[in-house]
């Protein structure tokens, strides 16, 4: 068991930071241009990656376990989100016939 956080520790911890606000960065970039509901859902789910690989990385820094448990938390909404969220672009695509987001302006009252 403390096996992992010392290979983890091998790596500086800057080069965490710069992979996570990478994958941060490419996850937005990802929601503000794509307008297939499928891609956007799997850019917020890049973007919680990354901050998981940070929470991960602090927590095994800090030889403290509340990042990692934390890290459970946030797999467990991000799996109920791709539940529900998988489940609407379903009854969409049924309904349109399409992903597109820009077609969704329809449905408004």
Not at 17 to 27: D, R
Not at 52 to 68: H, K, M, P
Request: charged residues 15%.
């Amino acid at each position: 068991m403390n096996e992992i956080p010392e290979v983890i520790r091998t790596i500086p911890l800057q080069h965490y930071l710069f992979f996570s606000s990478a994958l941060f960065v490419i996850g937005i970039i990802g929601v503000l241009t794509r307008r297939n509901a499928i891609i956007i859902f799997m850019c917020i789910e890049l973007m919680l990656n990354a901050s998981n690989i940070l929470l991960t990385a602090f927590s095994a820094y800090r030889s403290d376990a509340n990042g990692q448990v934390f890290v459970f938390f946030i797999m467990a909404v991000a799996a109920a989100e791709v539940c529900v969220g998988l489940a609407i672009i379903v009854m969409i695509y049924r309904n349109l016939r399409s992903t597109d987001v820009k077609i969704l302006s329809n449905l408004k009252w």
